[in-house]
């Protein structure tokens, strides 16, 4: 593999995806302070939000230790050249929600749909590119469509006005193969102007290699979060990534020694549980299954005495998607009393 003088745009998301490691309580503190070390680190975009997007806060998927605003006045102020991102799920964030971000600062609006439901994204991606910010559509859980649906679904998302278009392997499940099939396929197919994105996590152990597989077929916007804070077995970690890049001859403008401190000294010791590849993880991946289930799944467990493993197989087998964690609990429920544990 090739990568010698590419050109890769990092996209932390330590404050984002990392939202769903910490059960959103990540303080206004501790985001300044990992904000302020990736800006100091070259990092060229970072993500703030609930892990769920704007207007993420909810019984269904967690009640944040601070509201997306708050989260946000703090850390744009304090940014010396990084911008910031936020994320936004039609149906739960609305389009208010994206005029706040856009005036506390936000630069980038990435508005996130099932890899088969870019349909639902008209109406935030208009509105955020004719606010004129760079606007990105997000295709999660995109092993679940094939490469030409997956572009007739960019290509939906392009026709609204995103930008940049997202290959998003939300259950960490995709392998190098599949990844090179699908960005290249929106790669030739897209716009040359629209860029492509890849978002991975590391269920499999993958990450590295598939950001690296999604550069090499065209990907120029990588997203990846420090020490991997993220859902599930973390998002790819960005410090090893530089490192490989760096080893590589890729241009990623971040100065390794400074990111693997922030990674070392700030991200590590503010973790709740090791991010890690543990049973619970590999089985999202193996399995397919929605990497932000992981903390319900191991909730419901404590619970109702159902192992978290056989909850999210039966998760994967059912084929449920971002949006249902309700149906966590429901059904760890049924097992339960199936079992004759209740
Ligand atoms: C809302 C999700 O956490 C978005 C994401 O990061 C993914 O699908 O992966
Ligand atoms: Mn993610």
Same mark, same amino acid.
């Given at each position: 593999?090739?990568?010698? %003088?590419?050109?890769? #745009?990092?996209?932390? *998301?330590?404050?984002?995806?990392?939202?769903?490691?910490?059960?959103?309580?990540?303080?206004?503190?501790?985001?300044?302070?990992?904000?302020?070390?990736?800006?100091?680190?070259? *990092?060229?975009?970072?993500?703030?939000?609930?892990?769920?997007?704007?207007?993420?806060?909810?019984?269904?998927?967690?009640?944040?230790?601070?509201?997306?605003?708050?989260?946000?006045?703090?850390?744009?102020?304090?940014?010396?050249? $990084?911008?910031?991102?936020?994320?936004?799920?039609?149906?739960?964030?609305?389009?208010?929600?994206?005029?706040?971000?856009?005036?506390?600062?936000?630069?980038?609006?990435?508005?996130?749909?099932?890899?088969?439901?870019?349909?639902?994204?008209?109406?935030?991606?208009?509105?955020?590119?004719? *606010?004129?910010?760079?606007?990105?559509?997000?295709?999660? *859980?995109?092993?679940?469509?094939?490469?030409?649906? #997956?572009?007739?679904? $960019?290509?939906?998302?392009?026709?609204?006005?995103? %930008?940049?278009?997202?290959?998003?392997?939300?259950?960490?499940?995709?392998?190098?193969?599949?990844?090179?099939?699908?960005?290249?396929?929106?790669?030739?197919?897209?716009?040359?102007?629209?860029?492509?994105?890849?978002?991975?996590?590391? %269920?499999?152990?993958?990450?590295?290699?598939?950001?690296?597989?999604?550069?090499?077929?065209? $990907?120029?916007?990588?997203?990846?979060?420090?020490?991997?804070?993220?859902?599930?077995?973390?998002?790819?970690?960005?410090?090893?990534?530089?490192?490989?890049?760096?080893?590589?001859?890729? %241009?990623?403008?971040?100065?390794?020694?400074?990111?693997?401190?922030?990674?070392?000294?700030?991200?590590?010791?503010? #973790?709740?549980?090791?991010?890690?590849?543990?049973?619970? $993880?590999?089985?999202?991946?193996?399995?397919?299954?929605?990497?932000?289930?992981?903390?319900?799944?191991?909730?419901?467990?404590?619970?109702?005495?159902?192992?978290?493993?056989?909850?999210?197989?039966?998760?994967?087998?059912?084929?449920?998607?971002?949006?249902?964690?309700?149906?966590?609990?429901?059904?760890?429920?049924?097992?339960?009393?199936?079992?004759?544990?209740?």
């Amino acid at each position: 593999m090739n990568l010698n %003088n590419k050109h890769v #745009m990092l996209h932390d *998301m330590s404050l984002r995806d990392g939202m769903h490691a910490k059960r959103h309580q990540i303080s206004l503190d501790e985001m300044v302070a990992i904000a302020t070390g990736l800006d100091n680190a070259g *990092m060229p975009l970072i993500e703030v939000t609930h892990g769920d997007g704007l207007g993420g806060t909810s019984l269904n998927y967690g009640f944040p230790a601070h509201s997306d605003e708050e989260y946000l006045k703090a850390v744009v102020p304090k940014m010396k050249q $990084a911008k910031i991102s936020a994320l936004l799920l039609p149906g739960i964030g609305t389009v208010d929600h994206l005029k706040m971000a856009r005036d506390c600062g936000v630069s980038t609006i990435r508005v996130a749909t099932h890899c088969t439901e870019a349909d639902v994204s008209q109406q935030h991606i208009s509105a955020s590119a004719k *606010m004129g910010l760079d606007t990105v559509g997000f295709l999660m *859980m995109a092993h679940m469509a094939s490469p030409e649906k #997956m572009l007739e679904q $960019a290509k939906l998302m392009e026709s609204y006005g995103a %930008n940049c278009i997202y290959c998003t392997d939300s259950a960490g499940y995709m392998l190098p193969d599949q990844v090179t099939e699908k960005v290249s396929l929106l790669r030739a197919e897209l716009s040359p102007n629209t860029e492509i994105g890849f978002h991975g996590h590391h %269920n499999m152990g993958m990450a590295i290699a598939n950001s690296l597989a999604a550069i090499e077929a065209g $990907a120029h916007r990588i997203d990846g979060s420090v020490a991997g804070l993220g859902a599930g077995a973390g998002n790819t970690p960005l410090e090893v990534l530089v490192a490989v890049l760096e080893r590589m001859g890729a %241009n990623h403008g971040i100065d390794l020694y400074k990111i693997m401190d922030v990674a070392e000294d700030i991200v590590v010791p503010m #973790m709740d549980q090791p991010i890690r590849v543990d049973r619970d $993880a590999l089985t999202l991946g193996y399995a397919g299954v929605y990497s932000s289930f992981l903390l319900f799944a191991q909730r419901a467990q404590q619970k109702y005495g159902i192992s978290a493993r056989d909850i999210l197989v039966e998760l994967g087998k059912r084929g449920t998607v971002g949006g249902q964690e309700d149906m966590i609990e429901d059904l760890a429920l049924t097992m339960a009393k199936e079992k004759g544990l209740i």
